[in-house]
């Protein structure tokens, strides 16, 4: 009795070089945080990256025409985890001033990568990111501050339209900025506590843009 071969069809196909395309690229994303993690300030190189991913420094570049893509899209990895989060607390009606502090804190300020990182990108985004993936890059994460935004003028009753998306924004900058001007170097070492006074600022900041009882 023959047997015949039932061909794949095309859709499914596709959908697995798709899915396989996509295990490579979560698979080069982790490489580059594990081989940053090892030292977050100093410049990695893709051959490095694709060693430890176990890839073809070629392939690396199939999908990361530079360094400073991929590591842009590994910070805007870590960004959607924490949009991600604060959804997802959101939905389980946890999302008080308290519970988004703490899912900043363990994202962004308590991450050995993820501020240095954000710094190192910022910085080069305009002038070594291709125009196309720089404006693709802001139209998403201007998504993400929207849909999150939202939900938080939901939660707080001292947000009009716009203003969560818009107060998002600002304790990025602030995060941001005395990261930049605060940040422990061991050289010249600060006599302040970064965590405690992002803390002090964000409170300051949100209780003067929500509702008092939110604080």
Known sequence: MSTQTVPTPR???RALQADAKEERRRRILAAAEQVLLAAPSREIGMAEVAQAAELAKGTVYLYFPSKDELLLALHERQVEDLFRCLLEASESGRLDFEGVLGLVDQHALSSPLYLPLAVRCLASLDAAVPSAVRSAYKARINGHLRVVGQVL???FSGLEPGGGASLLFSSY???????QLLSPDPAHPYPLDFRRDVEHALRALWRGRVAPATN
């Open 173 to 179: 900058a602030l995060i941001m900025g005395m990261w």
């Open 11 to 13: 859709v499914t196909r």
């Open 153 to 155: 003028e939901q939660q």
